[in-house]
């Protein structure tokens, strides 16, 4: 098979795929697009075009390196009968330990001493507290979303897990259709939105949603930046519905300079670095691997198939 | 009996305490000193000073609503009788957080993200690092090494603790005494001190010590100050044995304007706040009045008696 990788691993990681594949013919060519005899594109999936999927390729199979795809023409490619894979659960590690470490540095105080260092001024900030016994609210909650509850509960956080089923989520307290998420952010010290970007997620935290916060707790966005409107957050933040937002993802990235939310003080933005790690690449390409030997031996069960329905 | 409180708790609680124990009469006075009739001093220790335990003394029991002992007149303690309880134990879950969050956000690279959010800039800082699969070391694991431990190994940390018996260490991995320290400091991530001041920790910790840690691990002090040589430190940290240093307790404390730890780029100064909580005196005063009923009732197992010669 012609395997076309639009990404450059690094030439060991290059060379070990063709030494473990040798049947195969592999391009690593960034900014490449695939050819007729293409069949198989790996791919960080922005550069995925509807122009790309015309009708005169080979194309059966688009393994993404990363979890969101929602910027691929997910229609076309479901019309086209193209197979997504993507790399869902990869982040798992590196984003839970983002996660806590944000939640962690906010109650105990730590910005305040990182700014008391540099201003080289020995003073007690007020304000610590204790995480423990408090309550966290995962919106979303998949494979980082159970890691992050797996995570919370040995701090001894009690989690509630919200999804669109009410599907129970391991190591949460209990778990929530989406219609009773509500009453359960009334009491939330901690609320953390994990969801993807699909139709039905766009804009599906309201400002309601947020007045309904009466704990003053911290707001975190990890999943997509379009779940909740920006002038919604702004007016969150603006009004101490909630105490702090932590926020990774936006919805436009790079966060434009006009942006309020630069201006506001109760906001880290995290340049959607979360899932940042040494070892991303060589776990993409592990699920990749092991799809490929599933793939050649015509099994239909590849790992983190995507629903082109669902988007996710 | 004549309880001599030398620091101030909030009105609600002097209230309660005098309410369950109407057989006692309190005084709750800082600056106070006791007087002949003073049956048991409730205090912070650092006002505990040798002239204030003359023979005319009725004191049988000082309560110490910290951990901390060290400044106490232990000798003249030990030589008139006098019992000391302390609060070890109830700075176990803010430090454990407070030390759990230091090491994520280093690790996730939470300052610069931080700085970067002020300088209002989109811009991925380099260097985020994963938690998981790293090693720990630390050194005197009383209480809150124990939660450490148990809290880092739910990250996926291999921890080893040292003391001086070698007596295993909840959650540890293993444990070593201290006369094989060097070795396990030599593939150390992440080195943690917990040593109590005493004649025998002072300085235990030499430039051979910190030379041997050939990992670059982030060095952390949250036990007492004196345990390294601040000139040790300062050489550990321009020579880049250690990748950064996190302090929490100091030889001097303020830490002096002209410390040379204020001028680099890789500490954090931690002014002594790692066991701030809002529920800090409510606790120490749970296990004080537990003492009290013991003491009434002539019982001689009194919870967290210092051993005054051991001085913790």
Redesign the interface.
């Known amino acids: 098979m012609n395997i076309l990788f639009t990404f450059e691993p690094k030439p060991t990681i290059q060379q070990g795929l063709q030494e473990q594949n040798p049947q195969h013919d592999f391009v690593f060519q960034k900014g490449q697009k695939p050819t007729t005899s293409t069949d198989v594109w790996v791919t960080y999936g922005e550069d995925v075009k509807e122009s790309d999927l015309d009708e005169k390729h080979n194309l059966k199979w688009i393994s993404v390196a990363s979890a969101g795809i929602e910027k691929m023409p997910l229609e076309k490619l479901s019309e086209k009968g193209i197979v997504v894979t993507n790399a869902r659960g990869i982040h798992k590690?590196?984003m839970a330990?983002?996660i806590?470490?944000?939640i962690?540095?906010l109650?105990?105080?730590?910005?305040a001493?990182?700014q008391?260092?540099v201003e080289?001024e020995?003073?007690?900030?007020k304000g610590?507290?204790?995480?423990?016994g408090s309550k966290a609210v995962i919106i979303g909650p998949g494979a980082i979303g159970e890691e992050v509850a797996?995570?919370l509960s040995?701090?001894?956080v009690t989690v509630v897990g919200c999804n669109r089923s009410g599907r129970e989520v391991d190591s949460a307290h209990k778990t929530v259709p989406f219609q009773n998420l509500v009453e359960e952010l009334e009491d939330a010290d901690i609320v953390l939105s994990l969801l993807p970007s699909t139709a039905d997620t766009k804009h599906a935290l309201t400002k309601s949603h947020f007045k309904a916060m009466k704990a003053n707790p911290i707001f975190m966005n990890f999943g997509r930046g379009d779940v909740a409107d920006e002038a919604v957050l702004v007016e969150a933040l603006e009004n101490g519905w909630i105490r702090h937002a932590v926020l990774d993802v936006f919805e436009i990235e790079?966060?434009p300079?006009e942006s309020p939310l630069?201006?506001q003080d109760n906001?880290?933005?995290?340049?959607?670095?979360?899932s940042?790690?040494?070892?991303y690449v060589e776990r993409a390409l592990e699920i990749f691997s092991r799809n490929l030997i599933k793939w050649e031996q015509g099994e239909s069960d590849l790992e983190n198939q995507v629903d082109l329905k669902l988007g996710y």
């Open positions: 590690t590196p330990e983002s806590l470490g944000h962690l540095a109650y105990r105080n730590l910005p001493i990182y008391l260092t080289k020995w003073r007690r900030p610590s507290r204790e995480l423990k797996r995570l040995a701090f001894g790079p966060l300079k630069w201006s906001v880290t933005i995290s340049p959607h670095v979360s940042h790690s040494d070892y």
